[in-house]
Every structure is written in C-alpha cells, then in structure tokens.
C-alpha cells in the first residue's frame, strides 16, 4: 500500500500528469455551457434605416423579419453597414418602395435577401393573406455536442496511459528503475502497481468528465461507468508499454502523442463516415471505438448496442494485458542470459 502511495506521489508531480487529468474536464464544462447558449440570432436579419425616413407601417413590416436599427444620418447608417462584424442591411424609402445597400463582403444569403427585399415590399398585401406556418428552430449544436462531449471522454478514459508512461520514464531516467529490479517484489506486483496508478487516474478523469456533462439515468450511468472502468484498464496497460519501449521523456511523449491522435482519429473517421463492414470490424482493433460507440449510444439512450461494446472492451483488457506479461517474461528470461 505504501508503494502505491509512492507511485500516486510521484505521478502528481508531473505537470504533465496534471494537465492531462483536468484538460477534459474544463473542456467537458465548456461544452456545457455553450449547449445552453442560444445561437439562433447569430442568423438574424439586421436592418438599418434613416430616422423619420420610413413610415411607421413599413418599420413595422421590416420588424417582422428581424431587428431595426434607427441611425440619425446616412454616414452614421453607411458605417454600420461598411462594419465588418454585422450583417446589416441598410433600407431607405425609395418612392412608394424601398431601395436597399450592403457593403458586399456578406454571406450570400443577406445579399439575396438585400436584392429581394425591394420586391416583396411591394407585394407584401398579396402576401400578407397567406397562411405561414412557422417551424421549431432546430437546435445548431445538438448531435455536434455529443461528438465532442464522447470524443472528451475518450480522451480523458485514455489519459491513464499518460500517466504510466510518464512514472515509467521518469523511474528510468532518475535510476529508480535498477532499485526496482533488487526489490523483493513479483513481476505480476510490479505489473498490478503500475497498472493501479494510471487506472485511478484515468477513472477519476473519464467520470468527473461525464459528470460535468451528462445527466444519465441510473442504469445508463452504471454501464457509463463499466466502459470508463474497461477504457482505463486499457489505457493503463498502454502507459505500461509506452513506458518500457520508451528511453527518454521527448520519445515518450512523441509516443503518447501519436497514441491519441490514433484513440481520437479513428472512432471519430469511422463514425462520420458510417463505415461498416470489415472496415467497421477493423477500427473495432483500436480500443477506443468500443469506447466511442458506447457513450454515442448511451448519450441517445440506445442500450442494445452497449452489450457488444463492452465485449470488445473487455477482449482487448485480456489481450493487451496477456500480452504484456508475455514481454516482459521474454526480456526477464533473455536478460539473464
């Protein structure tokens, strides 16, 4: 137990450590604030017209459409359309019509709109008498949110193994790895000791993370945390393998670097472009499209897929940790040779 406290000591003092366990959590807070953001008036019509230029009725009838802005002279009024951070279409009365001006670095749709503004002002009896029926605004960031929010999490499941690795190669390059050979401690010890470091920490990760965002049933949230607990199990015996071919810290992050772009790339790629197939089965040889796919279909309440999620889980646990004790009994027997 005092060995693990050790191990756990050690680890915090690595800044590197630090960062990894709390970047997704800011990041999961982030996300949670923007989703309760409307953005619906970024898309907003803007119009600005001169003061006692229009009548009361064609003021009222632009209201309808978007937000008026009254200026006092047309220098003030040129300026704000000229203004590159708005959209502002600028209306004068033009006889018994309108005339509108845009400054032409808008989006293509204000500048259609400008350009028919004028002729459905005329038409607008005829078009009053028709019937509209207005639809719900569709939410911009729902689906992108749970995107982020499960690549987050597969980020922060995976962070165990940077923190393996790190205690790994720091022990090497401070020596403490020789004093570790002379103890009277087993291999599987050794291995399980190790292991517990990155596990704890990329557990603690992965659920603060979900719990900044996710509000899951009971059930749900117990099988969210069965994929944390299988994801940081994996983690943790990558740290172990990154640690032991690494032989100074710039390769072990270089290491950890290309490990997490291949844990995010890969689930990611294949859910955007709804691979399947055997190319569906071979991003499944990558640990964290299990994990992926188990947080999308928790987050939309399908549960009939989490089953075979958790199977593939709990093969790679077997496989990577067999065959992590398989190395290390091979160098242990070719050292003493």
């Not at 978007?66 to 009024?77: A, D, N, R």
């Not at 190790?194 to 749900?220: D, E, H, M, Q």
């Not at 299988?230 to 992050?253: D, H, N, Q, T």
């Amino acid at each position: 137990m005092r060995g693990l406290f050790y191990q756990i000591k050690s680890v915090w003092k690595d800044k590197l450590c630090i960062v990894s366990f709390f970047l997704p959590i800011v990041v999961a807070c982030a996300l949670h604030f923007i989703g309760g953001i409307d953005l619906s008036s970024v898309a907003e019509f803007q119009f600005g017209v001169l003061k006692h230029d229009l009548s009361t009725q064609t003021a009222s009838w632009l209201e309808r459409y978007g937000s008026v802005s009254v200026y006092e002279t047309q220098e003030e009024l040129i300026t704000a359309i000229n203004d590159p951070s708005t959209y502002m279409i600028g209306v004068m009365a033009d006889g018994d019509t309108i005339q509108t001006m845009v400054s032409g670095d808008e989006l293509d749709l204000f500048r259609r709109t400008a350009d028919t503004l004028p002729a459905l002002y005329k038409g607008r009896e005829s078009t009053g008498q028709i019937s509209i029926t207005v639809l719900e605004r569709p939410d911009m960031m729902e689906g992108l949110q749970n995107i982020f929010i499960a690549i987050t999490l597969v980020v922060a499941m995976f962070m165990g193994c940077t923190f393996n690795a790190m205690n790994i190669i720091s022990e090497k390059e401070n020596g403490v790895e020789l004093l570790n050979q002379t103890l009277p401690m087993t291999q599987s010890e050794y291995v399980m000791q190790k292991i517990f470091v990155g596990f704890i920490g990329g557990c603690l990760s992965a659920v603060l993370t979900a719990c900044c965002y996710f509000r899951l049933p009971v059930w749900n949230a117990l099988l969210m945390f069965a994929l944390i607990i299988l994801s940081a199990f994996i983690a943790a015996l990558i740290g172990l393998f990154i640690g032991k071919l690494s032989e100074s810290l710039m390769v072990g992050v270089v290491y950890i670097k290309i490990i997490m772009i291949i844990f995010m790339a890969v689930p990611l790629v294949s859910y955007l472009l709804a691979a399947g197939g055997l190319i569906s089965v071979l991003c499944y040889l990558v640990p964290s499209s299990a994990s992926f796919e188990g947080i999308m279909n928790l987050a939309v309440n399908n549960n009939s897929m989490i089953a075979k999620d958790m199977l593939i889980l709990a093969a790679h646990c077997v496989i990577w940790f067999l065959l992590y004790l398989s190395i290390s009994k091979w160098q242990k027997k070719h050292m003493w040779r």
